[in-house]
């Protein structure tokens, strides 16, 4: 079975990991030979009624106010690989595990004329294995890019939102902690404004964009060239206007980017930094969504062809991109995403993108050309409707100044083993979703990374991986 293949070997966990991954195995034991339960005799419909199968508090759309809650851990590990070397920033090569969490308490207030609040307190733990570093697709999505942050609770999203009708006619909708009517107008234009991600709006895919239940990985579940304007939680401070038909939708934002990269703190002159984001959403036929991203950062951003001849005249010791850093650097980027569902219970999606290779990797991740594919399939079949699995394949890459900078021996804000013979990351990622009870969710899988950050001479590596999702 599915589980057992992605069992982890005992001996190469502590007693506390040992103990976890025990539970998330006998869950998903029971859960998937168990005869299923009554809430899953039928696929659950999308309706407020069924809501309390997939969540442990119900959640009624007659109301005007949103409360709801979620917790997700995932743990982590992988065994030791080969690495004749590495740098401050190298993905480790001795064996290790890592445990993360995320607690998001959500809230909002549906107003009149179409004014929505939305309001959002998180708090993040535990760690990522070797704390985030050596890899431009990294493992797991829920890890914050430093850990001195610590746990405390902090805002994620305080956003002010308001739909104009564009249209007589409205449509059903499921209400989400991010959209909170139960019904909307079929042609409407929506702007929002405040604390925001740039993601819950733009590079959406319904297959792979949720760490909570699909996939892990940070170039699988976005595009791993979008260099988005956040902070290093994820988050910024813009604004975002959305016009959406029943067969179209065209949306842009405008959003602080960090002062510096991979910094916790916003730069507020936007006449210097920003991020503009343009996205068109296309919906040829029923079962086909396409989307294409254009999107331009200004910031204090440096150039890795300018860190690499200071290095070689002797200015500085190694690379250092920092020390090239110039404000109003511009870095451009565009990226491709669709979503194919074959049947109802199967579907198929990719990603692809490329940056401005020469300016440097200053909020997401460092990746300058990406191409994703792979698909999910729900659990009907085997009379689990609420279960989920799904398998994709990553190629990331880096731009000519970019591995040249690495190869020097110069650090980004995730890469950097000293060294550096060249090849694509590629990484392959499966995983399997049961649905437990009521919002206990439990799913065990693997990833699969060929040359860990572009680099031949280390790897490849084996993760196993299990999580723990509660909706409340």
């Known amino acids: 079975m599915f589980f057992v293949t992605f069992m982890p070997p005992w001996r190469s966990f502590s007693k506390v990991a040992t103990i976890f991954w025990a539970v998330i195995s006998l869950g998903l034991l029971m859960a998937i030979t168990a005869v299923p339960a009554s809430a899953q005799d039928q696929p659950s419909s999308p309706s407020a009624d069924s809501a309390p199968d997939l969540t442990f508090l119900p959640h009624s759309d007659s109301t005007w106010w949103w409360l709801s809650g979620q917790a997700n851990f995932i743990g982590q ?12 920033h190298s993905f480790r090569a ?33 760690q990522g294995l070797s704390d985030a570093f050596g890899l431009a697709g990294f493992t797991n999505l829920d890890v914050v890019r430093n850990p001195t942050l610590g746990s405390a609770p902090y805002l994620a999203r305080l956003m002010v939102g308001k739909v104009i009708a564009m249209s007589t006619e409205y449509v059903d909708v499921t209400p989400t902690p991010f959209e909170l009517a139960p019904q909307l107008p079929a042609r409407r234009l929506e702007i929002w404004a405040g604390k925001m991600s740039i993601v819950d709006f733009f590079d959406v895919n319904q297959a792979a964009s949720d760490s909570h239940l699909q996939f892990t990985n940070w170039t699988v579940d976005n595009t791993g060239a979008y260099d988005y304007a956040a902070d290093t939680r994820g988050y910024t401070y813009g604004v975002v206007v959305e016009y959406v038909s029943p067969t179209w939708a065209l949306r842009g934002a405008v959003a602080l980017m960090p002062q510096t990269a991979n910094g916790i703190s916003l730069e507020w002159n936007v006449a210097s930094a920003r991020g503009q984001n343009i996205e068109l959403e296309l919906h040829p036929t029923s079962n086909l969504i396409v989307r294409t991203l254009v999107y331009v950062n200004r910031a204090n951003m440096g150039l890795y062809t300018e860190a690499i001849d200071a290095f070689l005249a002797g200015v500085t010791t190694t690379p250092d991109i920092s020390a090239a850093q110039r404000p109003g650097r511009i870095k451009p980027g565009v990226g491709g995403n669709v979503e194919y569902d074959i049947t109802p219970n199967v579907r198929l999606f990719g990603r692809t993108g490329w940056n401005g290779g020469n300016t440097e990797s200053f909020a997401y991740t460092e990746v300058n050309n990406t191409v994703v594919g792979g698909g999910d399939v729900k659990g009907t079949r085997w009379q689990r409707p609420n279960d989920r699995g799904g398998l994709a394949f990553v190629s990331n890459g880096l731009s000519e100044p970019h591995r040249e900078y690495l190869r020097l021996g110069g650090l980004g804000f995730l890469l950097g083993d000293g060294n550096l013979r060249y090849g694509r990351e590629q990484i392959v990622e499966t995983y399997y979703t049961a649905h437990i009870w009521r919002g206990l969710f439990a799913s065990v899988g693997a990833q699969f990374v060929n040359n860990p950050g572009y680099n031949r001479d280390r790897g490849p590596v084996f993760v196993r991986a299990a999580r723990v999702h509660l909706d409340f």
């Open 77 to 88: 590990a992988h065994g030791g690989f080969t690495s004749p070397y590495s740098g401050p």
């Open 94 to 126: 001795e064996p290790e595990n890592a445990l993360s969490r995320v607690l998001t308490l959500y809230t909002g207030a549906r107003l009149p004329q179409g004014w929505q609040v939305i309001l959002d307190v998180e708090s993040t733990g535990g």
